[in-house]
């Protein structure tokens, strides 16, 4: 497990679901706190080390590995979060993807085929709908899928799934999560 060594952009508290006045956190840290492990740093992320690279999603990855909670389709992605997917790209090697952070393959890797679930809100089942059309202004191709469905990019070997960006029980998150992972694992051919 990698992740970079910088400040949290703010500290949530979620009971009251607002930024924590006077709070700040590491990611690097807090990375290791919630994966209860040893935790490196992003820099030493390699793609000849390993056979694929899995990004979760969640509003970090739109607030700590890009700066795409602000600034949408003119964001920012954090410099190592954008190496490590060159590198596993140029290298051939699967890259999955969850929830939010399709949208950092969409910005690095223009023309890519990523979901983030529908295109329509309908009715609050998909509250973060208008990501895909954000998706597409910046260069990337979106795909409906259902949240325990997982899309799969063969020719960029890049596989997503919509996971938190549905309104739905956990195990329907959980199901395609497992997809994805299932099929990040068979494009590595072991």
């Known amino acids: 497990m990698y992740a970079p060594n910088i400040s949290q952009m703010h500290v949530i508290d979620h009971c009251k679901g607002q930024p924590a006045k006077g709070e700040s956190r590491n990611v690097l840290i807090e990375s290791a706190r919630i994966a209860r492990g040893k935790v490196m740093e992003l820099t030493k992320?390699?793609?000849?080390?390993?056979?694929?690279?899995?990004?979760?999603?969640?509003?970090?990855?739109?607030?700590?590995?890009?700066?795409?909670?602000?600034?949408?389709?003119?964001?920012?992605?954090?410099?190592?979060?954008?190496?490590?997917?060159?590198?596993f790209y140029k290298a051939g090697k699967p890259i999955g993807m969850c929830c939010i952070s399709p949208v950092l393959a969409a910005k690095v890797l223009p023309g890519t085929e990523v979901t983030v679930g529908h295109e329509e809100e309908e009715g609050g089942r998909w509250p973060h709908a208008g990501t895909a059309?954000?998706?597409?202004?910046?260069?990337?191709?979106?795909?409906?899928?259902?949240?325990?469905?997982?899309?799969?990019?063969?020719?960029?070997?890049?596989?997503?799934?919509?996971?938190?960006?549905?309104?739905?029980?956990?195990?329907?998150?959980?199901?395609?999560?497992?997809?994805?992972?299932?099929?990040?694992?068979?494009?590595t051919g072991k």
């Open 133 to 187: 059309g954000t998706i597409k202004a910046m260069g990337g191709k979106h795909r409906v899928k259902e949240v325990t469905d997982a899309h799969v990019d063969t020719a960029n070997k890049v596989v997503t799934t919509p996971a938190y960006m549905c309104e739905t029980e956990l195990h329907h998150i959980f199901d395609g999560i497992g997809t994805m992972v299932k099929h990040v694992l068979k494009m």
């Open 45 to 87: 992320l390699s793609a000849k080390d390993h056979d694929a690279v899995i990004f979760p999603g969640g509003f970090g990855a739109a607030k700590n590995l890009s700066t795409f909670a602000v600034d949408g389709k003119d964001c920012k992605v954090n410099g190592d979060v954008e190496r490590v997917l060159k590198d």
